[in-house]
């Protein structure tokens, strides 16, 4: 028969299956014993009834109960495996029957006589006798018959041992699979073929459907056609049945949904389940489209209110913050109205808008007891196990929500709850006064399960039982038993559950099949909304057409994602009469209608994010593949994902909650740390169009992840200062700037070239702008340092086209950026991380882009673009050639630093190191030598060249003359401090001697001193050159920018990075002390006038300025001013070093006259380390004790 005849005939409802007697699992009168099956499984031929799938759970049951699990666990039966085996047994039978009816009526009776011919009768009968005898009937089995009399008994019309007959061979083909092999037990043949002649019978029987008519698409004999699916498929048996589904396609006709629920089955055994929404995916053409049941997919964003894009969400876990805040503020606080007026003051100075309060609902009594019983006896509820919709009483109730509503709201805070859709507690009073309106059972789905436990029920009317081995954690059950009391009814009604983890045991999973539970929900969710500005809906996703009836009601082929609820399905026909419409659409125009300030925000994965914003018109949606893939630094998929949404629909983008942890997440410390790696993802939470959402604890660095059953914290810590202070620099500034970052119409993406041409996945680099405000934001999230430019936009979809197409735009950096394409523009911006200033040329942005250099986890948030125009000197294109990109702390100070470029060239001339070691060189040497004349030449030059381009000084020649020859008379007298002295008295050579010896050692014998006072005498200079006359003159060094030019030229002596700022200041205290210094030196001669008293007034008037101060590292302890004693002593020597210079260099002679003078200024200066220890290094102490020694 030709393949098409047989697929015509096969489906023809002309041809039924044979009449005769039902075909079910045979089962051995051995495996029957053993497990003690029940009666009722069995059917009149006593072959067990698998079709059932409670009944199959029994049978898998009974043999399990029979094997050692603990020891041996891949022995379990698995209940789906079991089904299938018996639905490929019955589909082998109506193959059978449809042989006969098609292809060879009666081949049975043909085959019994071909037996008897050729293998004898007796044989035959005997062989049949032994087969009922090891798989009895159920007449035979329960002794209402003998087999000899069942033999020649008929049903239905057919002859009993023309059905054992092929019961026999249906045994035989059974026991050649090897997918049937785990249960072998059941029906072995081994015995019968022992005992008998079965093997001879069956070689027979193959041989004689070999000479029969082919049947079925490969026109096979009966035999090889019944044996394809298992040598096809010979270790699967839901291989063998799509092999079966695909092979012989019509008999889905009759199989079609059974075939599918058992595949279903065999899911629901293999499926493994892990905690959270899965792996994050990337958006694509295709996900970004995905969610509707039936595939279509309105546009139908619901319109935000001028509020909600700016929204700034912050977490907190209720019962948990309230002790957080009771230790933080030193006093008791414990509900809503407590939570002090400061804290929302600071949660607003950091730009918080929005407090989502988690865990504010009345909790299920039974989920605490549940809670306790599993180890924590402080336990609380869950905070999504809900009794009802009402404000805990020990929160404070309504009152308190109102009084922090009202608080909260005066500093532009509004409040988000929680709303739980998809579930209520397990004991709520829906569940005691409408259990209907859950999904449940008459009968317990798994034959193990067992409810001998404590009643959990909070309500005298029913009883609730969890599942035995959920407190012992070895079973987590999808139901819990329920029971009236008043009647006696029992439910096994289901726990929530949305089928990626274990079930949520102290919940009972609503049925929004109903329409009085849609509408009941509906009118909780008005009352929320009512309540709280702000509604999140958890697990929203669950709850779309598509995945309730995937989840609770699966068409068949597409269950097994909830243990048991294969085969409790319903068609799609069936599923769209009795939920005909998204429940999600119908809340969004409800409360859009009746409260319409509210802003509705979905939790939702499963890639049906798009979905629940752009045709459910939620107003934002969860992100979760921004947390996984910034964590993982996965940064292509993150880039590509936004493209694709950029190329999709740009309006999905603002619509997305981006996060870097859930309640259900592990903490933003433990993904993210508290250092660059985290700064890079919040950078992005805080400035991608979106809603940034904060965790508990998140902003303070806290370590511990929050159980939705915490009262308190069960960890004492404290809030990173430093971290928030870090906050406070990178991130708060953005957050109260959203309207920069949260807007659409002007968000580019870019791709990072680097210099090979290559894009860079790991730098995520963006731009936006809002009225006249624009940003560039560029991130790099990965561990390596990279350098290229931005310059292209990616794809974005723009204005709708006829017909309702998108064009595809691009734009360049600098049309991104709204700039003038024009020459002679410039662009000056700076970067909110780093606190540096760039320019640019605006034509270098629109031809070249922005050349950038990314060291690990860096980020840069330029902001403040501001254009300029060019002046006529072209000082703006100087400036910025002069840059060469590079940022600055400020561009008006490198305007001045590029114009002051000669003077500290010549400046580091002067200083530079060899420079300096010829100098010294020279001074410690013979006088007169050759090298001496070529130095002092060359110094002379270096000076005028310094003085010519010192800004503010005498320009004239006489002038320039006069300064030079001033630092040279100078120079020379240091150098005569070497020269040995002749013709005083003894007393005078005495202190002159000393003094000298004192100054000798500081310069001669210390290099780095030596250069520094040299380094200290050109700056002198440069200062005191100065026309204009200033109360101090060390304020020219920031006019002229002579600190940064001085720290370069100490380091580049190889001075240690940590004595460059100590040295810099005794350059400053040289030039801004030196003239009281000289007045000083100047009056020690008046009458009248107490040396020792004078000096000790010069040191502490120098002890109150700022340079002193930050040299000697003066700190605040317990109410005293403390200095340090190393600091102290460098600083003692230098200040010695300059008095006795100002001594010296008015000429040997004026030194030799005041050599007494001299002497008793070195010896104050040496006794005062002993004035310093006496007073502890207390600034104050010391300041007393230095004036109650100078006046003795």
């Not at 922005?850 to 400036?879: C, K, N, P, S, W």
Request: aromatic content about 10%; glycine content about 6%; hydrophobic content about 40%.
């Amino acid at each position: 028969m030709s393949f098409d005849i047989w697929l015509t005939k096969l489906g023809d409802s002309l041809c039924p299956q044979r009449p005769g007697p039902a075909k079910e699992f045979h089962v051995s009168r051995a495996s029957r014993r053993r497990f003690q099956f029940n009666q009722a499984l069995f059917s009149l031929s006593s072959n067990v009834i698998l079709a059932d799938y409670q009944a199959v759970r029994v049978v898998a049951q009974k043999m399990n109960e029979k094997r050692d699990l603990e020891r041996f666990p891949e022995k379990a039966v698995r209940a789906g495996s079991m089904n299938a085996m018996g639905l490929i047994d019955e589909i082998l039978h109506y193959v059978v029957s449809l042989y006969e009816a098609q292809a060879r009526p009666q081949v049975f009776k043909m085959l019994m006589a071909d037996l008897e011919k050729n293998l004898g009768a007796n044989i035959v009968r005997k062989t049949l006798i032994r087969f009922c005898t090891e798989f009895p009937p159920q007449a035979v089995y329960q002794e209402q018959v003998s087999v000899e009399e069942y033999m020649l008994g008929t049903s239905k019309g057919i002859f009993n041992r023309e059905t054992v007959l092929e019961e026999m061979l249906l045994l035989w083909l059974e026991n050649l699979n090897p997918a049937f092999s785990p249960f072998r037990e059941l029906f072995d043949d081994s015995g019968l073929a022992q005992e008998s002649d079965y093997q001879r019978l069956m070689a027979q029987a193959k041989e004689f459907f070999s000479s029969m008519p082919p049947f079925g698409p490969d026109g096979q004999n009966l035999v090889a056609m019944l044996r394809s699916p298992a040598l096809a498929y010979p270790e699967s048996l839901s291989g063998q049945l799509r092999y079966i589904k695909e092979k012989w396609g019509l008999l889905l006709d009759r199989y079609a949904d059974r075939l599918l629920c058992s595949l279903d089955l065999i899911k629901e055994d293999e499926k493994k389940y892990f905690p959270g929404p899965g792996p994050a995916a990337v958006f694509t053409a295709r996900t970004t489209g995905t969610g509707s049941a039936d595939g279509e997919e309105v546009e139908r964003f619901s319109a935000d209110r001028e509020w909600m894009p700016r929204l700034v969400l912050l977490a907190k876990t209720v019962y948990v913050w309230l002790d957080q805040l009771s230790k933080k503020y030193g006093r008791p606080l414990a509900t809503l109205e407590q939570i002090p007026d400061e804290e929302l003051d600071q949660l607003a100075r950091w730009g918080i808008s929005g407090l989502w309060l988690i865990g504010v609902w009345e909790r299920s009594p039974a989920s605490r007891r549940i809670k306790q019983k599993c180890g924590n006896p402080e336990a609380m509820a869950s905070a999504y196990s809900l009794y009802r919709y009402e404000i805990a009483a020990d929160l404070g109730g309504d009152a308190a929500l109102q009084n922090l509503k009202q608080r909260a709201w005066a500093r532009g805070i509004r409040l988000a709850s929680d709303m739980v859709p998809n579930h209520m507690g397990i004991d709520s009073p829906w569940v005691s006064e409408h259990p209907d309106w859950f999904v449940s059972l008459d009968h317990s789905p798994f034959p193990a399960y067992s409810f001998s436990g404590e009643d959990i029920s909070s309500d005298p009317r029913t009883a609730i039982y969890l599942e035995d081995h959920y407190y012992d954690r070895s079973d987590a059950a999808v139901v819990f038993k329920w029971v009236d009391r008043r009647s006696g009814a029992v439910r096994y009604i289901y726990h929530g559950n949305d089928g990626t983890r274990m079930p949520w045991n102290d919940t009972a999973q609503l049925n929004y099949l109903r329409p009085d539970v849609r509408e009941a929900v509906m009118q909780t969710i008005l009352a929320v909304a009512r309540k709280f500005p702000i509604i999140r809906f958890d697990a929203a996703m669950t709850l779309t057409r598509r995945h309730f009836q995937r989840l609770w009601f699966p068409r068949p082929g597409s269950g097994g994602d909830i243990p048991s609820r294969a085969g409790l399905g319903m068609t799609q026909e069936h599923f769209d009469e009795v939920l005909p419409a998204e429940f999600w659409r119908e809340v969004v125009d409800r409360v859009g209608a009746e409260i319409p300030d509210t802003l509705l925000l979905a939790e939702a994965f499963w890639l049906m994010e798009s979905y629940f914003v752009r045709s459910l018109g939620m107003h934002r949606v969860y992100n979760s593949a921004f947390m996984n893939f910034l964590k993982d630094e996965e940064n292509a998929k993150f880039r590509t994902s936004l493209k694709n949404v950029l190329e999709f629909n740009p309006e999905i983008l603002k619509r997305f909650v981006n996060f870097m942890n859930n309640p259900d997440e592990e903490t933003a410390l433990a993904q993210f740390g508290k250092d660059d790696k985290y700064f890079c993802a919040c950078t992005l939470m805080a400035a991608l169009p979106g809603l940034p959402m904060f965790g508990h604890g998140q902003i303070e660095g806290f370590a511990e992840k929050y159980g939705m059953e915490y009262r308190r914290a069960y960890l004492d810590e404290h809030a990173d200062e430093d971290l928030i202070r870090r906050h406070e620099r990178q991130i708060f500034p953005l957050l109260r700037n959203r309207a920069l970052f949260s807007g659409l119409s002007d968000f580019m993406l870019y791709d990072f070239y680097q210099h090979g041409g290559v894009v860079d996945e790991n730098v995520i680099a963006f731009s936006n702008r809002h009225e006249s405000e624009r940003c560039l934001v560029v991130v790099h999230n990965r561990f390596a340092s990279t350098s290229g430019w931005i310059n292209m936009s990616a794809a974005f979809a723009g204005e709708d086209r006829p017909g309702g197409a998108r064009s595809l735009q691009r734009k360049n950096l600098g049309q991104g950026l709204g700039l003038r394409d024009q020459p002679g523009w410039f662009v000056v911006f700076h970067d909110l991380v780093s606190g540096l200033e760039y320019i640019r040329g605006n034509s270098d942005l629109f031809a070249q882009g922005l050349a950038i250099e990314l060291h690990a986890y860096q980020t840069h948030v330029f902001i403040d673009f501001r254009e300029m125009a060019e002046d006529t000197d072209g000082h703006l294109a100087r400036l910025a050639a002069y840059l060469q990109g590079r940022g600055v702390a400020s561009l008006e100070k490198a305007g001045r630093e590029m114009a002051l470029l000669p003077l500290h060239h010549a400046l580091r001339e002067l200083c530079h190191p060899e420079i300096l070691a010829r100098q010294l060189a020279v001074f410690h040497g013979r006088p007169g030598s050759k090298k001496e004349g070529e130095l002092w030449q060359e110094l002379e030059e270096k000076i005028k060249n310094l003085i010519s381009h010192a800004p503010g000084q005498d320009k004239s020649a006489a002038g320039n003359r006069k300064a030079v020859e001033m630092l040279i008379e100078e120079l020379f007298a240091l150098r005569t401090l070497f020269r040995p002295d002749k013709g005083h008295s003894k007393k005078a050579a005495d202190d002159v001697q000393t003094t000298k010896k004192y100054l000798q050692k500081q310069f001669r014998e210390n290099g780095e001193s030596a250069r520094l006072f040299l380094l200290g005498l050109y700056a002198r200079c440069l200062v005191e050159m100065d026309t204009e006359k200033r109360p101090d003159d060390r304020a020219l060094f920031d006019e002229w920018l002579l600190d940064t030019v001085i720290a370069d030229i100490i380091r580049g002596w190889g001075v240690v990075e940590n004595r460059i700022e100590p040295s810099l200041r005794m350059i400053r205290i040289a030039c801004g002390f030196i003239e009281r210094i000289r007045e000083n030196v100047a009056a020690e001669g008046e009458a009248g006038k107490s040396l020792a008293a004078d000096t000790g007034n010069l040191i502490k008037n120098m002890f109150r300025d700022s340079d002193v101060q930050t040299l000697l590292q003066v700190n605040s302890f317990q109410n005293d001013l403390y200095f340090s004693k190393e600091e102290f002593e460098s600083y003692r020597h230098w200040l010695t070093a300059l008095i006795l210079w100002e001594y010296f260099r008015q000429g040997a002679a004026k030194f030799q006259e005041r050599g007494r003078s001299v002497a008793e200024t070195l010896n104050l200066m040496s006794y005062l380390p002993v004035l310093a220890a006496k007073a502890k290094y207390r600034l104050e102490i010391f300041i007393e004790t230095l004036d109650q020694f100078t006046a003795k």
